[in-house]
């Protein structure tokens, strides 16, 4: 059951943003401008920005801050400057042309120095309830940040990747905290985007074991 298509992330993010307790696990978004992107990336020293619209990874980029050198990285290509400005000139023919949102940067945990995310698969039943299709893990390819498999990205069991990037003895607790969260979003994006039919979310665990919601799409690869 495929049913509606919702394309347009910030309109996603909004309505998760709405509920109490899924708003703590979802990054600073902001809409794309200069004077975001250098408020953020000062604030968190690491930001990503991605269009509005799209998926697969594609014209994802990490903006960092550090030690005076601002930088983005596309790809493994990384560009460094000694000025905002000057960054944000060249950044603009990084983009690939279209609205884009800027999202705080986690620093997720990782294997073997590679990050790694989960993707959370769910379906609606003709009888109106969800059952799960998938939880795994997506590691990313060496020497890239964005995980999506079509990038290179290895996929793993989600208890594989909690145990391999996390201690052993959490894996159960956050395989069901994440199940909860799963379970609460698709409340909020049901009631928010009637005639939804799938949905696929994108989750991080950061280095202190908090769980964040990174995206939610509604034409799950």
């Known amino acids: 059951m495929a049913g509606r298509q919702l394309a347009n992330k910030w309109l996603k993010t909004e309505a998760l943003l709405s509920n109490a307790r899924v708003a703590p696990h979802i990054p600073q978004t902001r809409m794309y401008d200069a004077e975001q992107l250098k408020r953020m990336v000062n604030q968190f020293g690491m930001v990503v920005i991605k269009p509005i619209r799209g ?39 990084a983009k690939v042309g279209r609205k884009y949102i800027i999202q705080q940067g986690i620093h997720l ?3 073997g120095g590679r990050p790694i995310d989960y993707r959370v698969k769910v379906a609606k039943q003709p009888d109106g309830t969800w059952i799960y299709r998938a939880m795994v893990g997506r590691l990313a390819r060496p020497g890239l940040f964005v995980t999506n498999l079509c990038k ?18 959490v894996v159960n607790t956050k395989r069901k905290e994440m199940r909860t969260l799963t379970n609460t979003c698709i409340e909020i994006m049901e009631s928010s985007f009637p005639g939804i039919g799938e949905l696929g979310f994108d989750y991080g665990i950061d280095n202190f074991g908090r769980i964040w919601i990174f995206e939610v799409n509604t034409r799950p690869q």
């Open 55 to 93: 998926g697969g990874g594609y014209g994802v980029i990490k903006v960092s801050y550090e030690h005076g050198i601002y930088s983005f990285t596309y790809m493994s290509k990384r560009r460094s400057f000694s000025s905002f400005e000057t960054m944000f000139k060249v950044l603009g023919r």
């Open 109 to 111: 945990a990782r294997i």
């Open 152 to 169: 290179g990205g290895t996929q793993l069991s989600a208890r594989e990747g909690l145990r391999r990037s996390l201690r052993s003895k």
